[in-house]
């Protein structure tokens, strides 16, 4: 059965809307980041983050320059590997649920989570890579569709 059901012809398009859609959260947090550069890094002092405006400074290159990246689909397989760690560790430091209580616990359970399924993507990325649409196969950077040394034209 064709029609709305092919996945082969949704596929690429969705891996781009995916990517897009994933990263924006990512880019649109960066952003923000660096544009309120002094405000993040007085808020990672707060939370005893050690050398707060490096952190800042990390953040920012993960979430806008990582996000941007994947989004556009450069190097998408190592850079959503590398994102899903920084996920991770975000999720683990950023959202410790299991030590509060209240409200609190249940907002900070919830951005863990949020955290733990963003990982998922990451990991489908990584497993699919960026597709047809992406500067990866533009440019062939995704060295893991290369078989027998034969490259396909980018946008095939």
Sequence with gaps: MRGIFDVEAMKDPLLLLSRILMMLLFVIFGWQKLTAFDGTTAYFA???VPLPAVATCMAIVMELGVGAAIMLGLFTRPLAVVLGLYTIVVALLGHPFWNLSGAVEIDAEIHFFKN????????????????RYSLDRMFHLDLSRVSSGSRRRAWQ
């Design 46 to 48: 707060h939370l005893d």
């Design 116 to 131: 733990i399924s963003i990982m998922a993507g990451l990991l489908t990325l990584f497993i699919t890579g960026a597709g």
